[in-house]
Nanobody
Framework: QVQLVESGGGLVQAGGSLRLSCAASGSIRINVMGWYRQAPGKQRELVARIISGGSTNYADSVKGRFTISRDGAKSTVYLQMNSLKPEDTAVYYC??????????????WGRGTQVTVSS
């Protein structure tokens, strides 16, 4: 069983910063760790992801402001969010793609953490 525990969301003023964390537990060989977000009335979208080799991808809207990183030893992924804007307001979900022993490649999701940016 894989569990993803997210933390770090909250309320911040525009221009401020937040750091999200997501710790994965369970016997999983992780290929990709990432963050998605979903604003009210909108589809869930990729924010950033980091591949096991270290390469990263970012949504155009967050490039230069957000940084994703990973502590492999702790199976934890972080999202440092700077220069936050009201349009960054959303529920942020941690996502892990990997293989649990005896199973196949699957995607696992956290429960989400609310990020609210006030203007």
């Amino acid at each position: 069983q894989v569990q993803l525990v997210e933390s770090g969301g909250g309320l911040v003023q525009a221009g401020g910063s937040l750091r999200l964390s997501c710790a994965a537990s369970g016997s999983i060989r992780i290929n990709v760790m990432g963050w998605y977000r979903q604003a009210p009335g909108k589809q869930r979208e990729l924010v950033a992801r980091i591949i096991s080799g270290g390469s990263t991808n970012y949504a155009d809207s967050v490039k230069g402001r957000f940084t994703i990183s990973r502590d492999g030893a702790k199976s934890t992924v972080y999202l440092q969010m700077n220069s936050l804007k009201p349009e960054d307001t959303a529920v942020y979900y941690c996502s892990v793609v990997g293989v649990v022993t005896g199973s196949t490649l699957s995607t696992y999701w956290g429960r989400g953490t609310q990020v609210t940016v006030s203007s």
